[in-house]
């Protein structure tokens, strides 16, 4: 993964993809709709399913070079919470469920 540095907002980074062209933003967005899929029958509010977005990021390749990142991510306050539980709540395992339905 690249070395990147993310504003205190982002709680948790769900992918990384590095390059700088048109196709690497629509794969980057085709990410995030299919997160927003998973998430939506499982969140308990919109706020989680609101809150995941895309973001670029400077960063460096494996060589040190300068590249372009996106990083996929929910904002939301609670995500880490929804993600894998809490004693409470079950996991919810959306960015697993998501990282795994492109594995397929």
Same mark, same amino acid.
């Given at each position: ?50 809150? #995941? ?13 300068? #590249?372009?990142?996106?990083? #996929? ?8 919470? #929804? ?22």
């Amino acid at each position: 993964m690249a070395d990147v540095n993310v504003d205190k907002l982002v709680h948790m980074p769900v992918a990384i993809m590095v390059g700088k062209s048109r196709e690497m933003d629509h794969f980057a967005d085709q990410v995030r709709r299919r997160m927003i899929a998973t998430a939506t029958p499982r969140a308990s509010s919109g706020t989680y399913v609101n809150s #995941i977005k895309v973001k670029r990021a400077r960063g460096l390749s494996g060589r040190g070079r300068q #590249i372009t990142d996106r990083i #996929i991510y929910a904002s939301d306050d609670a995500s880490v919470q #929804i993600e894998w539980g809490t004693d409470g709540r079950p996991p919810q395992l959306i960015v697993t469920r998501t990282l795994q339905s492109f594995r397929r």
